[in-house]
Structure formats: structure tokens, C-alpha cells
């Protein structure tokens, strides 16, 4: 069964960091574009961040740029957070694309972990 699990995420105060883990299973991804998306209560799933399968190019939502870094090795791929605000406060998922692409739309992803809670306090 092909999967991907997150990891990392937990409770933290406003300005503080986390780093999230994605680790697939089943087959490899090492040829596919991963992504980070978000999704806070009440809201749709909102793209965060992707890298390339050779991690050469990466891109950010706006909201996030200048505090995350995307970075991976071969199949794993981990999300550092910086500077946290609690408006970064949602589940974060780790997906993959279908091959080398790295859309940031969400409907092009085809594989999906289950999610971490990332919740920063004020």
C-alpha cells in the first residue's frame, strides 16, 4: 500500500519553530514532485510549498515565504518552520504528484498522508 505519513507537527508559541517530516512507503518518490499543503478549520486545503524530485526548484505561497523551507533527500522530504504565527495554525498534509512535475494546485496530487496538527499560540 502506497503512503505517505507526516511528522513533526505538535504545539508551539508565536514566533517559534517546528519541522515537519514527510516519510512515503509502498514505492518510491524520488522521480515526483512533493508537496506541502495546509488546512485550517473552516477553510479549503491551501497549497504551502513543493520541490522538485532533484530539489533544484522549489516554490512557496506568499504567506509563508521567508519562514518555511521545503528541503528533501531522495524520497524524504521535511518542511521547516520559522517565525510561526498562529495563523499558520492548521493540519498540514504532505502529498505527491503523479511524476516530476510541482503544481500548487492540490487537484494534481495524487498521493496524500493522513495529516499533522501544527497549532501556534499567541
Known amino acids: 500500500q502506497v503512503q505517505l505519513a507526516e511528522s513533526g507537527g505538535g504545539l508551539v508559541q508565536a514566533g517559534g519553530s517546528l519541522r515537519l517530516s514527510c516519510t512515503p512507503s509502498?514505492?518510491?518518490?524520488?522521480?515526483?514532485?512533493i508537496a506541502w499543503f495546509r488546512q485550517a478549520p473552516e477553510k479549503e486545503r491551501a497549497f504551502v510549498a513543493v520541490?522538485?524530485?532533484?530539489?533544484?526548484r522549489t516554490e512557496y505561497a506568499d504567506s509563508v515565504k521567508g519562514r518555511f523551507t521545503i528541503s528533501r533527500v531522495n524520497n524524504y522530504v521535511s518542511l521547516q518552520m520559522n517565525n510561526l504565527k498562529p495563523e499558520d495554525t492548521a493540519v498540514y498534509y504532505c502529498a505527491s504528484a503523479l511524476d516530476s512535475s510541482i503544481p500548487t494546485n492540490s487537484n494534481e496530487y495524487v498521493y496524500w498522508g493522513q495529516g499533522t496538527q501544527v497549532t501556534v499560540s499567541s
Open positions: 509502498g514505492r518510491s518518490f524520488h522521480r515526483n514532485g
Open positions: 520541490i522538485s524530485w532533484s530539489g533544484l
